[in-house]
């Protein structure tokens, strides 16, 4: 089972967008696919039409693991008709503060994962904005890190910083962590800006930028509006391909090692 | 003096390109104004040519209203060539878990607005994508917040979740604050769901979502690379325009009160 975190702090670079799409795609490719959604913003939950206040999500997990209870994975896995999910709800958004002091406070997420019923080939994370206490669980427990930004300046300045932080987590809490890559999203090849980034960002970390951009393409918000992946709601959009694009690139990588 | 927060937990809904040009706008039509990051990543004062590294920033100033110290607000504001600005630095980030178990801690950047060394017209504070101790203590500070989202589904879901936060604080924390409006960010009106999302916040919020939207403009990110403002960089940009207009409207509203 691989464990795949979707994340980095500059908000708006299309994680749960990305997190939702390549997890569909993987699965079309007949992956066994788990979806978690460890945002309090609960943005990936909302877009799989999913209430986000439900009374057994991530977090009631997270404090289960915190307390040293018994894990009921099971019960929080919500079949949502695209692939499974455990959803957030609002109440995670005290999680960052209440889980700072307990023991072990990293790694329960780690312990989730570990008690999870059925055999998954994949499990995809959605992460938020913020490099604090749930995305630090995400990646103590993650086999790879997989970080989508725009091609802009401010996305350019914060994918520097974070990559530090990455490597201090990988140092002191997972050295089996790997950056599987960057995926740049909203791209528009037309645009001076953006292809200049990418090759700035390419200097800047060889191999690492996948080849594949996920084009700028409405249908993949609309596909939000209506809780579909881009592959149900209109198979022939670029947003489809370019997801699609990018699970065979992300299956490549992942078999390469 | 007035102090407006643009703040909005959704990641990348152009708050900091906000808070730069309205700021600029405000300042070219006669007013005298601050800028504050309040983000720990720093991507105002990156995007104004400033280090995020510096020794004396919003976080040095934090803990000295924090440890009941003198507050050298003036040391801590820098005279950038478009506008002063309180810059974050990389410390920022522990900020959140540090200030949680002090006294007044929801204050404390009240109490150095309450110490700045001139007189002001204008306070702008950038606040990260979260409801944390930060965006709670500049909405604690402000006299109005000013809400930036792209008329998409997930900003759509954010924003309703949003206003509650900031209900619960205006009740608890600060009775003056005011929703000085939502504005459209990235809009484009050629998109279907983006005049459809706009219409849904027009019923949900009367007389709150803004006329001027602040359409789709590479100019205003590639003016970020330069350190310009989007007036400096090219002053017959559409983003010159719309955020001309913004402040135009902002102004209004500011004296029809
Ligand atoms: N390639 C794309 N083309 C067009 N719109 C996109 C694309 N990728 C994402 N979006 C839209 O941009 C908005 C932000 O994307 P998304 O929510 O996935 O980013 P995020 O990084 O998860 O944000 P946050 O930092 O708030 O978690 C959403 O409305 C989404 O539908
Ligand atoms: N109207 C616009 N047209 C084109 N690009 C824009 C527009 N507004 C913002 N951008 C670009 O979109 C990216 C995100 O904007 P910005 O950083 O201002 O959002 P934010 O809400 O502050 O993000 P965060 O949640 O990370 O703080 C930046 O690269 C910025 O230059
Ligand atoms: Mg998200
Ligand atoms: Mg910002």
Redesign the pocket.
């Known amino acids: 089972m691989l464990t795949i975190s979707i994340a980095?702090q500059?908000?708006?670079?299309?994680?749960?967008?990305?997190a939702l799409n390549l997890a569909a795609a993987l699965q079309r490719s007949g992956q066994k696919v788990l979806l978690i959604d460890l945002?309090p913003?609960a943005?990936l939950t909302q877009s799989m039409g999913i209430a986000d206040d439900s009374s057994f999500s991530i977090y009631e997990l997270l404090k289960q693991a915190a307390s040293g209870e018994t894990l009921e994975t099971e019960k929080a896995i919500i079949n949502t008709g695209i692939i499974p999910l455990i959803p957030a709800n609002l109440e995670l958004a005290s999680a960052e503060l209440e889980l700072v002091s307990m023991y072990g406070r990293e790694q329960l997420l780690k312990q989730l994962l570990g008690q999870l019923p059925e055999e998954y080939d994949v499990v995809v994370v959605?992460c938020?904005?913020a490099v604090g206490m749930l995305t630090v669980n995400a990646l103590t427990a993650s086999d790879y890190i997989l970080m989508?930004l725009q091609a802009e300046f401010l996305p350019f300045k914060g994918v520097q910083r974070f990559m530090k932080n990455v490597q201090l987590i990988k140092k002191q809490l997972n050295k089996k962590l790997e950056v599987l890559g960057l995926v740049l999203?909203?791209?528009d090849e037309h645009k001076s800006m953006h292809r200049q980034i990418r090759r700035q960002l390419e200097d800047l970390y060889p191999g690492l930028v996948m080849d594949t951009g996920?084009?700028?393409?409405?249908a993949?918000?609309k596909a939000?509006e209506q809780f579909k992946d881009i592959f149900t709601f209109d198979n022939s959009a670029n947003?489809a391909k370019?997801y699609r694009s990018l699970a065979e690139e992300v299956t490549a990588r992942l078999s390469a090692v």
Not at 10 to 18: A, V, Y
Not at 214 to 218: A, T
């Open positions: 980095i500059k908000g708006g670079s299309g994680k749960t967008t990305t945002d913003q943005n959605d938020p904005p989508p999203t909203k791209y996920i084009r700028s393409n409405i993949l918000a939000q947003g370019d």
